[in-house]
């Protein structure tokens, strides 16, 4: 029995529309992964500049009521006021311009939070690499990535421990790219701790992260532990897979560590390592060459 094996409607390639549909569901998780970034993102933006504009406006109260006291003072006359009164005047002026100080300070430190992350966020298309402060990027995404957990669980808190080298100084690479690595190694340690935080709820476990950056002949390190669920060893393998979870659908798309792995050995040529014990620690270790 001859067995015709030509492709309906003539098309030549019968699995090409299978594989169009394939990459058209790769780009919409990719995108369904970026606008979860921008979420976790938004919300550790808001609990940083939270904290400064809480300052501000704790300040801005207290100059207030000093303020009044000033007035009260004034109120006696000038040339009644005492010793005593000129003291209480001095005093309260010191105080005004230290609040004021604070309060310019913190103003400031919300600027730079907003300007920073604006940034970020216009170099989304970006391959270009630029001289950053690879210690300060280090810093800002542990953070976020840290405060958007707690906006979605407001319960879980973490020790972070950070010794990070200062005689790296700045280095030349994609801040954008390289930040969203970070903030999608530093999430998944954060969920690790948080599943382990619902397993051992007797009070004997403390969630901690421990974020370390070193300068190495060729460039720099960073290094990311947790003390969380760790890798079963049978899947350690496959987690930088695109599309690879152990996630519920509605927590991830698999398609965050396989991003981390692109960005940092292909586009910044460098290494990403895993180092895993099940129930015990995961630790995340990247290493970027660079010209000092």
């Known amino acids: 029995m ?27 998780l990719k995108e369904q992964d970026k606008l979860a970034s921008i979420g976790l993102i938004t919300a550790g933006i808001l609990h940083e500049i939270r904290n400064p504009l809480n300052f501000i406006f704790n300040f801005s109260k207290v100059n207030a009521g000093l303020l009044d006291e000033f007035r009260e003072v004034l109120a006696k006359g000038v ?16 105080n005004l311009n230290r609040n004021l100080n604070k309060i310019t300070e913190n103003g400031q430190r919300a600027m730079r939070i907003i300007v920073n992350m604006l940034a970020q966020s216009r170099r989304e298309n970006a391959e270009d690499f630029e001289s950053t402060d690879i210690n300060q990027l280090v810093d800002e995404f542990v953070k976020l990535a840290y405060h958007g957990i707690r906006g979605n669980n407001s319960v879980f808190n973490l020790s972070i421990i950070t010794d990070f080298d ?30 382990k935080s619902k397993q051992v709820q007797d009070g004997t476990y403390t969630p901690q992260l421990t974020v370390a950056t070193k300068k190495t002949t060729e460039g720099f390190r960073i290094s990311i532990m947790d003390n969380g669920t760790g890798i079963p060893d049978e899947i350690k393998e496959n987690i930088f897979k695109p599309f690879f979870t152990t996630k519920t659908s509605s927590d991830g798309t698999g398609l965050g560590l396989s991003m981390t792995h692109d960005i940092i050995q292909k586009l910044h040529k460098g290494k990403l390592e895993v180092n895993s014990k099940a129930g015990e620690y995961t630790e995340f270790v990247i290493d970027i060459p660079v010209k000092y």
């Open 2 to 28: 001859d067995v015709n094996s030509q492709p309906l409607n003539g098309d030549t390639h019968p699995n090409k529309q299978f594989l169009n549909e394939v990459e058209r569901l790769q780009c919409v």
């Open 79 to 94: 040339n009644n006021l005492t010793h005593d009164d000129f003291d209480e005047l001095k005093d309260i002026e010191v």
């Open 166 to 195: 200062a005689s790296i100084g700045k280095v030349n690479i994609n801040a954008h790219h390289l930040g969203r690595g970070l903030l999608n190694i530093v999430s998944n340690a954060c969920y690790a701790m948080e599943q």
